[in-house]
């Protein structure tokens, strides 16, 4: 079964207001990666966080590695309609296979003009 | 930069044939991976590679083999195809940095593909 959970599926905002999506292992994960995918596209990585309390922005995006590396989320701040997309976190399990990805289910973004 | 190139865009099946969905990567990455994606699963791992001769099981392996002869290629086969394998397939590729477990994986255009 699915090692990642993310939390919400989905998630419907207004243009200016903020998103937040979660993401949470049962296991601790040596890093986490997350990945943004346009409707009809493919996943597109965004960033890697590898550090425990680890915290990166991308502009409107922070994303958060928790102290345990056993969550992580992702905040976009001030969404734009070109946010729209799912938003998936992956990650390996600590010892498992090189290369070896789990990715959480998604959060489907949806944001209105 | 081709990146990574699957091939063909779209398929359509008649339920019982076989086929083989390619891919190939042009960045010399040691990992590849084949996904499925559906609506509201996530991308789950069917099949991955850790370098050339070698493949191991993902999460939903039944119905699907895998060969890596070449560092480029890896071709997902789907012996006798059933309507529960409509999807959309996407094969990844990565490498692994030295102090890190992985890297970002990049992924295909897709496949996808319909079983009747």
């Known amino acids: 079964g699915q090692q990642v959970m993310q939390i919400p599926q989905y998630q419907h905002v207004q243009e200016g207001e903020d998103f937040t999506t979660y993401c949470n292992s049962s296991?601790?994960?040596?890093?986490i990666q997350w990945y943004k995918q346009r409707p009809g596209g493919h996943p597109v990585f965004l960033i890697q966080?590898?550090?425990?309390?680890e915290v990166k922005k991308q502009k409107r995006l922070t994303f958060q590695f928790g102290e345990a590396k056993k969550n992580s989320s992702l905040h976009i701040t001030a969404t734009q309609t070109t946010d729209v997309g799912t938003y998936f976190c992956?990650?390996?399990?600590?010892?498992?296979?090189?290369?070896?990805?789990?990715f959480g289910r998604g959060t489907q973004l949806t944001v209105w003009p | 930069n081709a990146g990574v190139t699957q091939t063909p865009k779209f398929q359509v099946l008649k339920t019982g044939q076989s086929m083989t969905l390619q891919c190939a990567q042009d960045?010399?990455?040691?990992?590849m991976s084949w996904y499925r994606q559906d609506p509201g699963m996530g991308l789950r791992l069917i099949h991955y590679?850790?370098?050339?001769?070698?493949?191991d099981q993902g999460e939903v392996p039944n119905g699907y083999n895998v060969s890596r002869s070449t560092t480029e290629d890896f071709p997902l086969r789907l012996l006798s195809a059933a309507p529960s394998q409509t999807s959309v397939y996407f094969c990844?590729?990565?490498?692994?940095?030295?102090?890190?477990?992985?890297?970002?994986?990049?992924f295909g255009q897709g496949t996808r593909l319909t079983v009747v």
């Open positions: 990844a590729s990565s490498y692994a940095d030295r102090g890190l477990l992985n890297t970002e994986a990049f």
């Open positions: 296991t601790t994960l040596s890093n």
């Open positions: 966080l590898v550090k425990s309390g």
């Open positions: 992956a990650g390996p399990r600590r010892g498992s296979t090189l290369g070896r990805l789990y």
């Open positions: 960045m010399n990455h040691e990992y």
């Open positions: 590679s850790v370098g050339a001769g070698i493949t």
